[in-house]
């Protein structure tokens, strides 16, 4: 009895430890300011009392400057490329079968831009990103059906507010810099439907980011993201995934006027390839194709990404105390 109580009461430190110091990945423009997207398509409700823990490393690479939807022109470009390592971490816990709560972490191991002039300091913008609490709630779900309607909102928080800084002391190149600095706002939509006959499940992931100010008045642009999933098993413990994913940022702000090197509209192709281990673990590899960009001003663009995640679910887990 009494070590049931004491588990019970372990499971619920660990919980509340971990929503209060996780952070919730955004959708990245190039290398710049935000979070990198992760490697898992659990994105539905949990049932009541179950746990998802989800965990991923990412590496993005970018090399080519745009203008619009063409490479840049131009002879001399800022920086020769740039590059970032990111491991996440997501955790979320069913309250009902109605209301799911997230929270997800992550660390830049480095996010890194090297210039071509010698002369000008590599800027690694190594640390945290930005945070975020987000519930979600199902609208409709029709477990015969197998159909999903979700919405979910959080507040995004920095764990600073101060605005990383070079080795020189100057401030972070946008590109390099691990986080906004700034509190905002999160939304999501999810329409899922499963085709049980088919081991195939379809769905559509749509996600709305605000930012607010930092203290030098920098406010990033608002981003909406629209994934479309298709997942099929194609092998015992097999499954196969393809990922489309539309992104549109707005424009960053900076003393009330429009930055002129900023915004963008990008579309990315993502096939996923996800293996279950003993049915209780989900080991799954993915790789960031861009097929589409269309950039304003000019900037810095990716080249590709890749990902692995692992993920398990924990059924049961509730906190009350046990008779």
Partial sequence: MLMLHTLSRLRLVVLVSAL?????????????TGSPVGASTHVGLLNKNAIRV???????FSEEYYEGKKP?????????NAYYDFGGLTLEYGLTHKFTLQADAGYFFNKIVNFHNP????????????????????????????????????????FTRTPATAPNGSQLQLDARPSTNAFGFSSTLLLSKEFAPLTLRTFILNRFEYNGFNINDYQSGKLFTTSVFVSKKIAKRFF???????????????????????????????????????????????YDIPVYKNYQGKQLTPQYSYAVSLSRDFSNCSFKKKK
């Fill in 20 to 32: 209060l110091i996780l952070v919730k990945p955004v959708y990245p423009q190039c290398c710049s």
């Fill in 119 to 158: 002369a000008l300091t590599d800027h690694n913008g190594q640390g945290m990103s930005n945070g975020t609490l987000l519930l979600k709630y199902g609208l409709y779900i029709d477990p015969v059906k197998l159909i999903e309607i979700t919405i979910g909102a959080g507040l995004k928080y920095p």
């Fill in 72 to 80: 840049s022109t131009d002879e001399i470009d800022m920086s020769d």
């Fill in 54 to 60: 989800i965990t991923f490393y990412r590496h993005s």
């Fill in 240 to 286: 196969g995934i393809v990922q489309l994913r539309n992104e549109i940022h707005g424009k960053d702000i900076q003393d009330g006027v429009e930055e002129t090197n900023t915004g963008y509209h990008l579309m990315v192709v993502t096939p996923q390839l996800s293996y279950s281990i003993a049915g209780l673990w989900n080991v799954s590899l993915l």
